[in-house]
């Protein structure tokens, strides 16, 4: 089983309209359509370049205001899934539920179906800047490509949630990220490629570039795409399927073999998934998919 994953390296800018945003988004999806993929991955917070539409007064909107946009947002990509017939991750939109708000990664199938992923793991700028709350459910999604689930930037830092996701059989994790600086950016690069190697799975990530000028917190921006392998000798020096270069507007394709991951699994150069030691931690394996104990639902 192959699949063909694109990963946006999203270009930040101001705009006037939700019309330039549609625009923007449908640019990248037709560009990797035309590049048959199956899969494409947005960003993380991609979607507050509408922020920058701004008020009557020409000053960049609030946070609180990017709920208002959410029926716009889940009609483009529905409507462009549906056309394109690929699974669509639209980074990531914050919602809004009883007075909180969430930072909820969206899936969009080729048949119009609509799934959710909140992040799990709040940093501190985002509680303090923004008051966002964390969510509670962790998901994997069942595709006709197979099992996946969306762990968003620092949910990738936490080697537990992954370990659950997996023992779930989620074969490839997608990480829509959004980091302002190197320090962010490695920190969520580097684990990306550690969970590959400890669970023998792929890791698909890419951020945000540019600048929104008038938008706080969105001034810097510091991203690249990775489409992650584990490292081993079937798979390509550096565990790196493919990379897309720092900071610029650009779009990374790479196919992503399934078989690889299950031969390696039984008789790889390392097994690290099945060598854990179980009897000394927690085998998230042993834990019933979707009971209250494993805390993951499909």
Known sequence: ??????????????????????????????????????????????TTQLLSIGDENGKALPIEALPGFTSQYIELFTRLAKETKMHIIGG????????????VAHLFFPDGTVEEQAKLHITPFEIEGWNMAAGDELKVFDTEKGRIAILTCYDIEFPEIVRMVKAAGADVIFCPSCTDDRHGFHRVRYTSHARAIE??????????????QT???????????????????????????????????????????????????EKGSVTTWRDRRTDLYTDWGEKPVGSESSGISQ
């Open 1 to 46: 089983m192959k699949l063909r994953v694109s990963a946006v390296q999203y270009h930040l800018h101001s705009i006037s309209s939700f019309d330039e945003f549609a625009m923007q988004c449908e640019h990248y999806i037709r560009n990797a359509q035309e590049y048959d993929a199956e899969f494409v991955l947005f960003p993380e917070f991609f």
């Open 92 to 103: 990531t939109h914050v919602l809004e539920r009883e007075g909180r708000l969430y930072n």
């Open 199 to 212: 669970n023998q799975v792929y890791v698909v990530l890419t951020g945000t570039v540019g600048s929104l």
């Open 215 to 265: 938008v706080d917190f969105m001034r810097a921006n510091f991203g690249q795409a990775a489409i992650i392998t584990p490292n081993d000798i079937p798979f390509p020096p550096k565990g790196l399927a493919a990379e897309g270069e720092l900071n610029n507007d650009m779009l990374v394709t790479a196919d992503l073999d399934l078989n690889l991951l299950y031969e390696v699994r």
